[in-house]
């Protein structure tokens, strides 16, 4: 039972914490102790548990006090002895609403990893690893809400604000209402302030206590659990600030990038229409273009007789010739070359000579060597 008041609680070493080599932690340790928390958040870590649960099960609000009984004996609390017992300062901001909304903007970028403004309906890994403890040690050991720890409300960061921005609070009045809450009839505040309680029920002389136990060692915050806690926390912080990184520095993509970035696909050639291949070679005689001299060095000895004239005219013939007679079906995916075919070969532009020479040269290759055959 007693297990339950503080199984989400969050407990303060300040004497542990601000020795730590972090000044991040430690300035946000020494803002929370400065803004009148320190005793509250800090004071003996012991819980009476067997007195604990009898205070919790007999509570009641009435006439503004908090009233119980303890192993038969009456517990009256009152916001006054609440306040001495913790040092609370009793002047300042009473309520939430009246907080500031310019402290409220200045702390949405004061506890940004990124710099820019967090968004307050999101998560509380947008902000620095000193503020995600804050976030959880207002969401636990002060406002003590149940739920998740991970979302930022507009109470748990008022309550940083508080801190963040020096705000004043009337701390009393705010925690003893919490404390009321806890044990008005139809409130769903969660229980909570298990060391606290334990701490006040101390000051009756009359109460049974009985045997005192630690608070769990986990549950308090010293150089040990919040290297922990940090550990813990520090991928979902480096995300957050990878991804801004790139948000900011982010850059036009250059044809370079993009070529890497897009796989290319090979392409693969199916017969094509004469038209289409001719536009092909073109591109490719242009950049290798072959002498008629060389065409007639390259064919066999008989050709090697007739002149370069004369050779054109037997290869182009030779074309002709064989496509309408044979059509053979072993070459009928073979990628027929355009042909023109003009009177007298010389009265061709010059450019569609180049154009189809190697085309005739290879076309000439397969022609003679079949004949040979």
Known sequence: MASSLFSNAQHVDFDSVLE????GMVAMFEA??????????GCPAVVYEDALVDFVENASVRNGLVFSTVGGQIVKISEKLFAESFELPVEGLEELSEMPKDAIFDARSI???TGEQINLSGKK??????YRLLCDIVAKAISVKAGSFNAITVEKFSLMTAVVCGVKMNWAKYLFGILKKMFAAKTKQAKGFAIQISALLATFPSVELGEASEFPASKVLTKKTVLRFISINKDGAEEVSGAATKKVVSKKRTAADIEVAVPKKKRTLKKKSISSISSVEMVTVAEEAVPIQQVAES???EESRCSSADVVDVIIQQVL?????EAPADTADIEQPAVTVAKNWFDLPYEDIVKHGRQRIQWS???TLRRRM
């Not at 890994?125 to 000193?130: A, E, I, L, S």
């Not at 010739?321 to 007679?325: K, L, M, S, V």
């Open 20 to 23: 730590m080599n972090d000044p």
């Open 32 to 41: 929370l102790a400065a803004s009148g928390l320190r005793v509250f958040l």
């Open 111 to 113: 506890v940004s990893l």
């Open 125 to 130: 890994n947008q902000m620095k690893m000193p």
């Open 299 to 301: 064919l066999d000895v």
């Open 321 to 325: 010739d064989e496509t309408r007679a």
């Open 365 to 367: 290759r397969r022609v």
